[in-house]
C-alpha cells in the first residue's frame, strides 16, 4: 500500500482584460478591470476502482484508489508574492487556495462477493486557543497569570468498504452466493512459507 500526502496550491487559470477606450480632458488614469477565471477542483472522497475478473470466474483483481481532497483556507503568507499587475499598477494581493489532498493506493485479490477494508486516511486538526483578560494580559511579566493557551486535537480516519460482484449484461449476478466454489462466510486457507 502506497500512502501519499501533497499539498496544492492552485493559481488564477487565466486572466482576461477588458479595456474601455474614452479620452478625458482632465481626469486621474482608470484602471480596466480584471476577471479572473476559477478553475473547479472537486472537494471530498473519490474512489477509482478498476476491477478485473481472472480466469476461473470467480476471483477479481482490482486496483483501488480512494482520494480525499480538503479545503484548508487562503495562504495570506505567501499573498504579497502572487500581485495582479495592471501596466506599472500593482493591485492588492491575491491569496491562493490551499488544498489537502490524501490518497491510498493498492491492488488486491478478492474472490467475487467478499469485502475489501481500506484505512490508513488519517487526519488531524490541531486548534490553539489563544486567551487573556483584557489589559492584564498586557502587563510585562505579572501579565502571564492572566493568559492561557490551550489546544484541541481532533483526528479522523476515513474507512472504505469495497465489496465486488461479478455481473452480467443486464445486471444480475453471475454466480449465485450459494453455488460457489468456496464458502464466502471463512477465511482462504493460507499456504505456509517454508523457514530458512
Same mark, same amino acid.
Given at each position: 500500500?502506497?500512502?501519499?500526502?501533497?499539498?496544492?496550491?492552485?493559481?488564477v487559470a487565466g486572466l482576461s482584460l477588458n479595456v474601455a477606450r474614452g479620452q478625458a480632458i482632465v481626469a486621474p488614469a482608470v484602471?480596466?478591470?480584471?476577471?479572473?477565471?476559477?478553475?473547479?477542483?472537486?472537494?471530498?472522497?473519490?474512489?477509482?476502482?478498476?476491477?478485473?475478473?481472472?480466469?476461473?470466474?470467480?476471483?477479481?483483481?482490482?486496483?483501488?484508489?480512494?482520494?480525499?481532497?480538503?479545503?484548508?483556507?487562503?495562504?495570506?503568507?505567501? %499573498?504579497?508574492?502572487?500581485?495582479? &499587475?495592471?501596466?506599472?499598477? =500593482? #493591485?492588492?494581493?491575491?491569496?491562493?487556495?490551499?488544498? @489537502?489532498?490524501?490518497q491510498v493506493v493498492t491492488t488486491s485479490i478478492v474472490w467475487d462477493g467478499q469485502t475489501v477494508v481500506l484505512g490508513g486516511l488519517? %487526519?488531524?486538526?490541531?486548534?490553539? &486557543?489563544?486567551?487573556?483578560? =483584557? #489589559?492584564?494580559?498586557?502587563?510585562?511579566?505579572?501579565? @502571564?497569570?492572566?493568559?492561557?493557551?490551550?489546544?484541541?486535537?481532533?483526528?479522523?480516519?476515513?474507512?472504505?468498504?469495497v465489496t465486488p460482484k461479478i455481473i452480467d449484461p443486464a445486471g444480475n449476478r453471475v454466480n449465485a452466493p450459494d453455488a460457489l466454489?468456496?464458502?464466502?462466510?471463512?477465511?482462504?486457507?493460507?499456504?505456509?512459507?517454508?523457514?530458512?
Amino acid at each position: 500500500m502506497n500512502l501519499k500526502k501533497i499539498a496544492i496550491l492552485a493559481a488564477v487559470a487565466g486572466l482576461s482584460l477588458n479595456v474601455a477606450r474614452g479620452q478625458a480632458i482632465v481626469a486621474p488614469a482608470v484602471v480596466p478591470a480584471i476577471t479572473p477565471t476559477p478553475a473547479q477542483i472537486p472537494f471530498g472522497p473519490v474512489l477509482d476502482v478498476v476491477p478485473y475478473v481472472a480466469a476461473d470466474g470467480y476471483s477479481i483483481h482490482m486496483s483501488i484508489v480512494p482520494t480525499l481532497t480538503e479545503f484548508l483556507g487562503y495562504d495570506t503568507e505567501f %499573498a504579497s508574492t502572487f500581485q495582479t &499587475v495592471v501596466g506599472n499598477q =500593482p #493591485l492588492q494581493p491575491t491569496p491562493l487556495p490551499s488544498f @489537502r489532498v490524501r490518497q491510498v493506493v493498492t491492488t488486491s485479490i478478492v474472490w467475487d462477493g467478499q469485502t475489501v477494508v481500506l484505512g490508513g486516511l488519517i %487526519a488531524e486538526n490541531v486548534t490553539k &486557543v489563544k486567551d487573556k483578560v =483584557p #489589559l492584564l494580559g498586557d502587563i510585562p511579566l505579572l501579565g @502571564r497569570l492572566f493568559r492561557s493557551e490551550s489546544s484541541h486535537s481532533e483526528k479522523k480516519n476515513l474507512v472504505i468498504f469495497v465489496t465486488p460482484k461479478i455481473i452480467d449484461p443486464a445486471g444480475n449476478r453471475v454466480n449465485a452466493p450459494d453455488a460457489l466454489p468456496y464458502d464466502p462466510n471463512t477465511i482462504p486457507p493460507q499456504a505456509s512459507r517454508p523457514n530458512p
